[in-house]
C-alpha cells in the first residue's frame, strides 16, 4: 500500500465499525519530540469477531497487532502503530514552539489539530438514521498540561472526545503547555551567581571604606 493511501486512511473510520461495535476507542499520544503513538481498540460482542476484526484492520493499515481477547461474550481487538512524525500525517497539525521558535519564554506550547472522516460502506438512508447511535471515544494524550481543547473533556494533558457517527467530518484541536525547567533552573543559577557575587562586591567595598576613628 503506497505511504500516501496508508496516512489518508488512518483517519478514515468505518462507519459499520461504529455501528457494530459497543465501543470503539482511538488514542493519540503526542510526544515532546512530536513523534507519537496511535492506538485503537474496538470491542463488541464474541458473534462479531472476524468481522470486528476485519473493519478494525480496515480502520489500521499498517497497524501492529497488540491482540485480541475474549472475556466472556465480548472480544477486545487492539492494535497500535508508533509515528516518528506526527505532523506528516495528512489532515494533521502537530507541532512544539519551544526555544527555538520563543527563546524569551518560560514555557513550551504544543499544538494538535485532526480532521477525522466516517467512511459510510452505502450511502443510503439505513445507515443515515443509525448514525446518531454510533460514537467514537477519540482521546489525544498531550506532553503537558492542555489549557484548551474545545468539545472535549479535559483531566490534566488528556482530551476526551465523544464523536458521533451522523456526522460525515469531526474537527478535533488541542493546545497544552509545559513549563521549561531547564531554562529556569539555569536562570536560577545565574541570578544566584550574579546576587552571590553582587554582595560579595558590596561586603568587599565596605571593608575597604576607611573608618571614622
Known amino acids: 500500500m503506497k505511504a500516501g493511501l496508508r496516512a489518508r486512511l488512518l483517519a478514515t473510520i468505518p462507519f459499520v ?24 481498540q474496538a470491542e463488541g460482542d464474541t458473534s462479531l469477531k472476524r468481522q470486528i476484526g476485519e473493519w478494525t ?27 516518528h512524525d506526527l505532523s506528516k500525517l495528512p489532515d494533521v497539525q502537530a507541532s512544539a514552539v519551544d526555544i527555538v521558535q520563543e527563546p524569551f519564554s518560560l514555557r513550551t506550547r504544543y499544538n494538535w489539530s485532526e480532521r ?9 438512508d439505513k445507515e443515515h438514521a443509525a448514525a446518531p447511535y454510533a460514537s467514537l471515544e477519540y482521546r489525544v494524550a498531550m506532553p503537558g498540561r492542555i489549557v484548551n481543547a ?20 469531526h474537527d ?3 493546545t497544552a ?3 521549561r525547567w ?10 544566584g551567581y550574579l546576587t552571590y557575587r553582587g554582595v560579595g562586591a558590596l561586603a568587599h567595598r565596605a571593608r575597604l571604606r576607611p573608618r571614622k576613628i
Open 182 to 191: 531547564d531554562l529556569i533552573i539555569l536562570l536560577v543559577y545565574v541570578l
Open 17 to 40: 465499525l461504529l455501528l457494530n461495535s459497543d465501543r470503539v476507542t482511538v488514542t493519540t499520544e503526542f510526544f515532546g519530540d512530536v513523534s507519537g503513538r496511535r492506538t485503537v
Open 150 to 169: 474545545p468539545g472535549a473533556e479535559i483531566n490534566g494533558n488528556t482530551a476526551t472526545w465523544t464523536l458521533k457517527g451522523d456526522q460525515p467530518t
Open 177 to 179: 503547555v509545559s513549563w
Open 172 to 174: 478535533v484541536s488541542a
Open 57 to 83: 484492520r480496515d480502520f489500521t493499515p499498517g497497524f501492529d497487532s497488540d491482540g485480541t481477547r475474549i472475556a466472556g461474550a465480548r472480544v477486545t481487538v487492539d492494535r497500535s502503530l508508533l509515528l
Open 116 to 124: 477525522l472522516t466516517v467512511g459510510f460502506t452505502y450511502d443510503d
